[in-house]
């Protein structure tokens, strides 16, 4: 059913003025919708996203009615439902939860039917972390989509500074997830694909790339390419998955992590760019938007990246306590991202390799959360100064999710 703001979208889209015929035939519905369509259109007058005008009805273009345009597309892009999230109900949980460190159902006075319901709502779409049912807390990440929510509503989404420990719950998760694969080894595997999927979208769309979740889908599991996407785009998309896949067999089959396997990880993600993929760089480069990045100067690379692989082997070749485990993972996040070895690629390929690591730990890693992405950016290329603390608390997030997303599925 089309609601008022499926048709605010369309509306913004168009930027001109449409009758209420014209809105009818762009949902490719019958006349016998007119009245309804009329009705929805006058709702959106009533609260100025449109204006009524002689000819029909125009958006109204203002600061505001832009940022509600915006959170309506972030949500296209990544599946989301905008018409689940974009209300002054949930928009006013959601402020208060952003607020805290966790929280709990007596945080807030709701009904336990609506507090499940707002739960689960952001839940499914990667923007809430579950810690436990019984008692049920959980945290809500900061990130500007969810900030903005509140504020389009008149709520202030102040987030929590504070970074709490969580590998106790990490270990809990990690022992429940060892049992329940012995068990469900196939279901696991049929999981995969779905954490795959998701990875590959939310890790090009850090990069820039504009495909969203739902072609991203269509592509890899139906081969379905929509006629309006860039070759490029998709040609990255189907390349970071056969770099994602080879990551997968080798961590599957803890074979170390070797300059060569890295070269190899570049060269299968960046095979649409045949200039640099899987070559070292030969010129200097920088972050775009920030100049406060130092990467390697051209003469460093070979012998940072060498010593790097050195250390990761023999950090593998000893069992170490899972606070160690984050803390090296952190590092090899940031050094590899540092020493930024190729001309483009290196964050995508920085997101292999610490991903492999962890599995060879026997970690589980197969996604970063839509909820997390900004954080993570923030605390690895976004960063103003190196800080190896804020990496491993978003580790810890990333990796919780995982765990409990696997674990909830194999129940």
Same mark, same amino acid.
């Given at each position: 059913m089309v609601t008022r703001y499926d048709v605010f979208a369309l509306m913004y889209k168009e930027g001109g003025v449409l009758r209420p015929t014209d809105v009818v035939q762009r949902f490719e519905k019958t006349q016998s919708e007119y009245d309804r369509m009329y009705k929805i259109l006058l709702e959106l007058e009533g609260s100025a996203l449109v204006k009524k005008t002689e000819h029909g009805f125009q958006a109204v273009r203002n600061r505001k009615n832009d940022l509600l345009y915006?959170?309506?597309?972030?949500?296209?892009?990544?599946? !989301?439902? #905008? &018409?689940?999230? %974009?209300?002054?109900?949930?928009?006013? =949980?959601?402020?208060?939860?952003?607020?805290?460190?966790s929280f709990f159902i007596n945080d807030f006075d709701l009904n336990?039917?609506?507090?499940?319901?707002?739960?689960?709502?952001?839940?499914?779409?990667?923007?809430?972390i579950l810690l436990s049912?019984?008692?049920?807390?959980?945290? !809500?990440? #900061? &990130?500007?989509? %969810?900030?903005?929510?509140?504020?389009? =509503?008149?709520?202030?989404?102040?987030?929590?500074?504070?970074?709490?420990?969580?590998?106790?719950?990490?270990?809990?998760?990690?022992?429940?997830y060892r049992r329940l694969r012995r068990t469900h080894e196939r279901e696991y595997q049929a999981l995969i694909e779905s954490f795959e999927i998701r990875f590959i979208h939310h890790s090009l769309s850090i990069e820039g790339n504009p495909i969203t979740l739902a072609q991203t889908f269509k592509l890899l599991k139906e081969n379905i390419v929509s006629k309006d996407l860039p070759v490029e785009s998709v040609m990255e998309v189907r390349n970071y998955q056969a770099a994602f896949e080879q990551m997968l067999r080798e961590s599957e089959g803890r074979r170390p992590l070797?300059?060569?396997?890295?070269?190899?990880?570049?060269?299968?993600?960046?095979?649409?760019?045949?200039?640099?993929?899987?070559?070292?760089?030969?010129v200097p480069v920088y972050i775009r938007g920030n100049e406060d990045f130092q990467v390697a100067k051209v003469k460093e690379i070979e012998p940072k990246l060498s010593a790097l692989v050195k250390r990761y082997n023999a950090f593998t070749k000893q069992k170490h306590p899972l606070q160690d485990i984050l803390k090296f993972a952190s590092f090899l996040h940031n050094e590899f991202q540092h020493i930024?070895?190729?001309?483009?690629?290196?964050?995508?390929?920085?997101?292999?390799?610490?991903?492999?690591?962890l599995r060879v730990q026997g970690i589980p890693v197969f996604d970063i959360p839509l909820g997390l992405l900004e954080e993570y950016v923030d605390a690895t290329k976004g960063a103003s100064s190196r800080d190896e603390k804020a990496l491993t608390h978003i580790l810890q997030l990333i990796i919780l999710f995982n765990l409990k997303a696997l674990n909830e599925k194999l129940s």
């Open positions: 915006g959170l309506i597309q972030f949500c296209i892009k990544n599946d !989301v439902s #905008y &018409n689940e999230l %974009l209300d002054r109900n949930i928009a006013e =949980f959601i402020a208060r939860a952003l607020s805290k460190d336990p039917r609506t507090f499940s319901k707002y739960i689960d709502v952001l839940k499914k779409n990667g923007l809430l049912r019984k008692p049920l807390v959980a945290i !809500v990440p #900061y &990130n500007s989509f %969810l900030a903005d929510i509140a504020t389009y =509503f008149g709520f202030k989404g102040s987030p929590f500074k504070g970074r709490r420990e969580y590998s106790e719950d990490i270990k809990n998760e990690l022992t429940k070797t300059r060569e396997s890295i070269l190899n990880y570049h060269y299968l993600s960046m095979r649409h760019r045949e200039d640099i993929a899987g070559k070292i760089r030969a930024h070895p190729f001309v483009d690629g290196n964050s995508r390929t920085t997101r292999l390799i610490t991903f492999h690591f």
